[in-house]
């Protein structure tokens, strides 16, 4: 009687156990089902949006960039890579460099580079200023950076104020006079001489070769408009107040004049004196 009532109760624990694991086996496969229809939900919104969001991230060039982008593939490909990427051992990347960077090497002619030295030498532009401009705008499109505001670039500027911030930030490397001066490892502060507002304005955005970059946090837009104004009217005027300027190259060339001049002509004047005493 005991091992009969064992085995019924057995069996109704068993029966009574059933639904549990048949409700248990669906809440699984429901939370199954759930769940590949949540991916197959992200996936088909995925599918929907990224292409318009990859549309959006890479607008299409203007007429002005395209035009730049077949001089770019045509001269610059070679060293900068398809894209502006950049090639190693030949030419940095030009991703966010902007277009004050491109301004200022293309239209002083040194890019392209001859070859590959220590600096890249100012000389002739290869390009028209409507070819510089294109290959700018190409260079700004792609990657963005600072850009060379248009207009007059000296307005309202002050002459005052413009030389005694050139005397801060540049007169160390361009020399006092804006004649440029010797670096180190073969570098060096080219002359000031031959560079335009435009020129200039760019050289203090992008910082090309050993020079700092002067955003407009550190210096201004006004206080740009000073220094390039100090430069191109009161630098490379003719007028010099000290009299010869002996070529503007600084200190050297002075001290070598007072020695040839200064020394030599005592030294006669005490042997002079010292024959007729």
Known sequence: MTSDNDRRRGLLARLRGRPVARS???RRLGAAVRLAAALMLAGGAYTLFAPGVQAQENPPLSAAANEGKALFDVSCVTCHGRNAQGV???????????SASVEFQVSSGRMPMARQEAQ?????????????????????????GPEVPHGNLREGADLATGGELFRINCSQCH???????????????P?????????IYAAMLSGPQNMPVFGDNQISPQEKADIIAYIQENLKG?????????????????????FLVGIVALVFASLWIAGKS
């Not at 030949?90 to 991703?95: A, C």
């Not at 020399?175 to 502060?189: E, I, M, N, Q, T």
């Not at 002359?191 to 020129?199: C, F, I, K």
């Open 24 to 26: 248990r086996g669906r």
């Open 238 to 258: 003719t007028q010099d107040q000290g009299g010869f300027n002996l070529g503007r190259y600084g200190p050297s060339t002075e001290g070598l004049a007072a």
């Open 120 to 144: 890249a030498p100012r000389k002739k532009p290869q390009f028209t200023d409507e070819q510089v401009r294109q290959l700018s705008q190409y260079i700004q499109e792609l990657g963005g």
């Open 88 to 98: 190693a051992g030949r030419g940095p990347s030009l991703i966010g460099v902007g």
């Open 191 to 199: 002359s000031l001489y031959p560079a335009t507002d435009r020129q």
């Open 175 to 189: 020399a006092f006079s804006a004649g440029g001066g010797a670096l180190s490892s073969g570098k060096y502060a």
